[in-house]
Structures are given as structure tokens and as C-alpha cells.
């Protein structure tokens, strides 16, 4: 019985050691594109009128560093 609860334990373990592993690169890829979006606007405004809001710049950032130290806690205990 015990052992069951072990194993289930090691599965979630794996299932958010998985989930975070994943999810990190669409974190990278959507922090790069409002850096993209912020260096157009930034070199041709008139072309690129909307600037990226600031606030989603630092979320992605503080999200893509918790995401990150979340996947090193988890895998290693």
C-alpha cells in the first residue's frame, strides 16, 4: 500500500518536472517576441505605433525566472 503511494508521488514528481520543461521554451519564445515588438516600436514608430505594454515585458521576465527555479527545486528533490 505504501508503495502505491510512492509511485504516485514519483509520478506527479515527473508529470511537473515535465510540465515545466515544456511550458519554458513557449515562455522564452513569447518574452522574445515582445522584444521584438518593443525593439520595432522602439526603431520605427511611426511603422510600429503600439508599443508592448512594460508590465507584460517584466511578467514574462519574473515568470520565465520562476518557472526556471521551480523545474531546478523540483528536480533535484
Known sequence: ME?????????DHNMR??????TSP???KALL???????????????????PPIGKGIGLAFGLF????MSEYVGVY
Open 66 to 69: 520562476a518557472m526556471q527555479r
Open 33 to 51: 517576441q515582445f522584444l521584438v515588438d518593443a525593439y520595432a516600436h522602439h526603431t520605427a514608430p511611426t511603422l510600429f505605433p503600439d508599443a
Open 3 to 11: 508503495s502505491d503511494h510512492k509511485c504516485n508521488l514519483e509520478s
Open 26 to 28: 513557449l515562455m522564452t
Open 17 to 22: 518536472t515535465d510540465a515545466l520543461a515544456t
